[in-house]
């Protein structure tokens, strides 16, 4: 008789910030409460590039097992025989090398957006990844909502018919009085050495809405990587605050907007008076989607000869009532787990050449704007031993 116990995989978490404890958190929670039964998730260990009490403590917080280890480097957490998966959660301008550590030493990666700086890195790990044989993917949590699913469906279907165009926003306002953006110069949104910018950070979420339904859902035979014509204002610290993105895909007579700022909001009023901030907008319809763009909860359909009615579909995320936790990280994580059982190097939601795509539009956007980073953390050269592995600051 076939096993009904779910596949169980143990992940290591390197660093201890922000969306390490998120994303830890919904690791911890039950699968059952968001009605997946076939995988389920360990948190083994995690790591602090400073200090081990760092990583401990960050166990305690998220309430992860007490046989979980605590290291106080990366290093000894890619070692670590235990871990099946590494999930990197340092800024972007860690993630080649801290990424290129973790499969080097022939873990599974789940590593944070953006993926990388550079597309050379991007297609770096994709080499590595193939050549050690295990799974790796850019954890665009967004792209497998059951949300994000249900509207690509809508648009492959011909719901809202030929989809020629999509505008997506991911905008915060935080303008300050002085002229300066509420993030001091040193915080990884504004500061160059961390890869800093609205469109590394932000404008990713814009361009995943003009990606999965416009590029994702293109057959695989006519696939198209898109011109590009960007628009960028510079922060005085060197990165961008305020990027405009058009791409367009000839062949296919479509064109996705992609827009992000710290200037304004999309979200105005932190109620959505605004609107939407994706409209995707096609011959016999459009499909609205609620922001925010990374977690939206709600999409409309409104169609051309519907006569002024509109389909409006809620999708709340999942809470396990047990820990009181779901942010709905973890469906990325189910999908990791399912591509690791089913020996998968690469998840069909998100397939690594759709990431290099991604990363080269991102990269012509920062040529066209003029936004240079350093070398320490542009360069595709790989080294164990680069400060940025090593925590040395
Ligand atoms: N998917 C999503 O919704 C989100 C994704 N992100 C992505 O996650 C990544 C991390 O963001 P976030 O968690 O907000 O960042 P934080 O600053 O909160 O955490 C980053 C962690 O990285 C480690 N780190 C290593 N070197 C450095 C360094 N030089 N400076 C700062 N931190 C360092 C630190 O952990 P330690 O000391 O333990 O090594 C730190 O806690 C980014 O790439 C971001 O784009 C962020 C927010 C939301
Ligand atoms: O990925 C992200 O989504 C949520 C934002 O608050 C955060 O800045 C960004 O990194």
């Known amino acids: 008789m076939a096993s009904t116990s779910p596949f169980t995989v143990k992940w290591g978490i390197m660093a201890t910030g922000w969306i390490a404890e998120m994303f830890t958190k919904d690791l911890l929670t039950n699968p059952v409460s968001r009605d997946v039964h076939d995988v389920r998730h360990e948190v083994v260990a995690a790591a602090s590039s400073s200090a081990k009490d760092k990583a401990a403590d960050f166990l305690a917080m998220v309430k992860a097992p007490s046989s979980a280890n605590a290291y106080g480097s990366y290093h000894e957490l890619v070692a670590d025989p235990n871990v099946d998966i590494v ?5 972007h301008s860690h993630h ?7 499969l080097e030493a022939g873990k599974n990666v789940l590593c944070e957006k953006a993926l990388t700086v550079t597309a050379a890195q991007t297609r770096k790990l994709v080499e590595t990844a193939k050549s050690k044989g295990v799974f790796f993917m850019e954890a665009v949590w967004t792209r497998h909502f059951p949300l994000s699913i249900k509207v690509r469906e ?24 002085d002229g300066k953006v509420d993030f001091a110069d040193s915080h990884r949104m504004v500061n160059p050495d961390l890869a800093g910018g609205a469109l590394l950070d932000l404008g990713i979420y814009s361009l995943t809405w003009v990606f999965q339904t416009l590029y994702h859902t293109q057959p695989e035979k006519d696939k198209e990587a898109p011109n590009v014509v960007a628009a960028v204002n510079k922060y005085h610290t060197g990165a961008d605050e305020t990027t405009s993105v058009i791409t367009q895909f000839p062949k296919h007579k479509s064109m996705g907007i992609a827009l992000t700022s710290l200037r304004v909001g999309t979200d105005v009023d932190g109620h959505n008076s605004g609107g939407a901030a994706i409209r995707i907008q096609g011959s016999g319809g459009e499909i609205q989607v609620m922001g925010p763009a990374y977690r939206p909860l709600q999409y409309k359909v409104i169609k051309k000869d519907g006569g002024g009615r509109i389909e409006v579909v809620d999708c709340p995320i999942p809470r396990d009532e047990e820990r009181d936790w779901g942010h709905g990280m973890f469906w990325e994580a189910d999908e990791s ?57």
Not at 87 to 91: E, G, N, Q, R, S
Not at 163 to 174: E, T
Not at 355 to 384: C, N, R
Request: charged residues 20%; aromatic residues 8%; contains cysteine.
């Open 87 to 91: 999930y990197v959660a340092t800024p």
């Open 96 to 102: 080649f090398q801290n990424a290129m550590l973790a």
């Open 154 to 177: 809508l648009v492959s279907s011909g719901a809202i018919g030929n989809v020629y165009r999509v505008i997506a926003d991911l905008s915060f306002n935080k303008d300050a009085a």
């Open 337 to 393: 787990a399912r591509c690791l059982r089913d020996g998968k190097e690469e998840s069909a939601t998100l397939p690594w050449s759709e990431s290099i795509v991604i990363m080269e539009v991102m990269e012509e956007v920062l040529k066209q704007g003029g936004v240079a980073y350093p070398e320490l953390i542009t360069t595709d050269v790989y080294d164990a031993q680069s400060p940025l592995n090593t925590g040395m600051r």
